[in-house]
């Protein structure tokens, strides 16, 4: 079969195990909704925290806001994307030896924050960038085995940071966590339990290859799935590839620890852009103790599973922030975190969604899966 017929997306023939793989696009009649969720959310939040902040100082404080400050914040979260579509494109290329462009993992890493962002549990990104790198010539279980890693640096980063903060003085960041430590201790637990996970399906294969045989098993005396050798043989195939993978991957530990490490100070990196947010509205915070709190607010944060942390995050960034930045500054600068770090850069990542999508459309099996030896003659007559 050749390039062209296997990455094919409508045809009369049989679909391949890839394409049967492939996850489906998110309905627009979802995003809708989900956005629609995420405003009422904001709503009733904001409602909440100005019965207890006084609005006029937080908006005299929002109009002193310094652009410099906030082009900064701006450009340590697009810099974590960036570490993000670096790793991700070093995990592929260990696990199947192919290069790809570094815009490829740019445009992948805008494509998982739009969509994590808007969906519960940050559920809907993983699945449009594996379709996405799939349009490109990446075998889905390849790029699984590539986002389960990432997954694992996420965890065991935001775990990392968390840890060191809470262990520095650990009187003091119980003191600050006074009203939400039941959603730090769940958000610890939860980050936990996933790097746990990611651990085993990474390093041990066989745990996903019974997993998804009794899946299929299931799914087989259930009678959802009716051709029922077919999908056996299209599984036995994304194991091989899955299990193939993952024998690279720890043939290659060293760089697989090298990328946790770069991974994990793209993230102290992106815990900056809050601090920035701060010395926007002209607060000046003791550097260590606002970033030792921020590692223990995105572990808080993240214990209840809303788009974006919308809800906790707003609630529990005023409260932890309150005793170095005062009531009216701990709610300014969540105002100002939040747009920066996830607000406005959900347009930032929208525009690079668009304009990745368009360039598949123009391209439908992507530039990176042209013929070189076809250019290379064209190119010399």
Not at 31 to 57: A, I, P, Q
Not at 293 to 299: K, R, S, T
């Amino acid at each position: 079969m050749s390039k062209e017929e296997y990455l094919k997306f409508r045809s009369n023939s049989p679909r391949t195990e890839v394409e049967a793989a492939a996850p489906r696009k998110l309905k627009v009649s979802q995003s809708l909704l989900y956005l629609l969720f995420m405003g009422l959310l904001l709503f009733f939040t904001f409602r909440l925290l100005f019965k207890y902040y006084d609005r006029e100082t937080v908006n005299a404080l929002l109009l002193t806001a310094n652009p410099f400050f906030i082009f900064l914040g701006l450009a340590a979260v697009f810099y974590l994307q960036v570490v993000f579509g670096q790793v991700l494109l070093n995990l592929i290329y260990g696990a199947t030896g192919r290069q790809l462009p570094l815009m490829i993992g740019v445009k992948t890493a805008m494509i998982g924050f739009f969509f994590n962002n808007i969906t519960p549990s940050s559920s809907g990104g993983q699945p449009m960038e594996i379709y996405f790198l799939y349009r490109h010539g990446i075998k889905v279980a390849h790029s699984t085995l590539a986002f389960v890693s990432l997954s694992l640096y996420y965890y065991l980063s935001k775990l990392i940071l968390g840890s060191i903060s809470l262990l520095g003085n650990p009187a003091k960041a119980w003191a600050a966590l006074a009203g939400y430590r039941p959603f730090f201790v769940i958000g610890s637990l939860l980050a936990t339990v996933m790097a746990i996970a990611c651990t085993m399906l990474l390093f041990k294969p066989a745990l996903i290859a019974t997993t998804a045989r009794r899946i299929l098993s299931f799914l087989i005396q259930k009678r959802v799935i009716k051709r029922r050798q077919e999908a056996k043989r299209k599984l036995k195939d994304w194991l091989k590839q899955y299990e193939g993978g993952s024998q690279l991957l720890s043939a290659r530990f060293r760089n697989f620890i090298r990328l946790g490490l770069y991974f994990l100070f793209g993230t102290a990196v992106y815990y900056l852009a809050f601090y920035f947010c701060a010395l926007a509205i002209g607060l000046r915070p003791p550097f260590f103790e606002f970033m030792r709190l921020i590692c223990l607010y995105m572990l808080t944060a993240s214990a209840i599973p809303t788009p974006g942390f919308i809800g906790l995050g707003e609630s529990s960034f005023a409260k932890i922030f309150s005793d170095i930045l005062g009531y009216s500054g701990s709610v300014a600068t969540m105002i100002v975190a939040r747009t920066v770090t996830l607000y406005f850069f959900l347009l930032i990542a929208l525009g690079f969604c668009l304009y990745a999508f368009i360039d598949l459309r123009r391209n439908p099996f992507g530039r990176t899966e042209k013929n070189p030896a076809k250019s290379k003659s064209q190119g010399s007559k």
